[in-house]
Each structure stands twice: as C-alpha cells, then as structure tokens.
C-alpha cells in the first residue's frame, strides 16, 4: 500500500462498550478481517454510524452486508486507496452501510419470523 502521511491507524485492544460509539463516531473506514465471525454486531454498529464497511470475504457475510462491503483479502490495499481518493465512492459506500442497517429493525425483523 503507498505511504499516506494523513492516514493513522490505531489498534485499541479490547474496549468497553460505552467507548465504542465514540470511537466509531471518530474513524472514517471500518475494516473487519476476520475468519471466523458468524455476525459480528460490531459491524452493525459501524454501518450505523455511516461508515463504509471492509468486511473479508467470509460465507456468514453474504446476505447480511451489501456484497459491495465483501472484499478479498488480496483486495483490502485497492478498496481503502478507493475509499480515500475517491469522494464520490466514499459517500455512496456511507450510504450503504446506513441503509444496509434498517434491515435490522427489530420491528422488520418481528414480521419476518
């Protein structure tokens, strides 16, 4: 990945849940690599927040998250270079993670089931 002085990546460790929306609420981009997430309600907190989703292509994950925010590991560097060169890509990602998020509207998902 190139070199960009106004980029800061900090890895935080375990945090309590109070902290979390805030944090959220300070980033820009959330990037989720994991193999062995079936859910991962913090990625719902994310896109609640309207930040664009980078989520490894994980099978849990389809059907739940716009296949927009699915990436192979091998594609992480492209998106996030995308996702800040690119304003208009940035916005439209935002907005995906915040309508992605009604979905998951208690009252919907009472209908549902």
Not at 32 to 47: M, N, P, Q, R
Not at 59 to 78: C, D, K, M, T, V
Not at 83 to 108: A, C, V, W
Request: charge should be neutral.
């Amino acid at each position: 990945m190139r070199k960009n002085p106004n980029i800061t990546v900090r890895l935080l460790g375990h945090k309590h849940k109070r902290e979390i929306l805030s944090l959220l609420q300070e980033s820009d981009i959330f990037l989720y690599a994991t193999h062995a997430e079936s859910f991962g309600i913090v990625i719902l907190e994310a896109a609640s927040q309207g930040l664009p989703l980078i989520l490894i292509d994980y099978p849990a994950f389809h059907g739940l998250w716009n296949e927009s925010s699915i990436i192979s590991l091998n594609s992480i560097n492209e998106e996030l270079i995308k996702l800040m060169d690119n304003s208009m890509y940035f916005q439209k990602r935002s907005l995906e993670s915040l309508e992605n998020t009604k979905g998951f509207n208690p009252h919907i998902i009472k209908k549902q089931w």
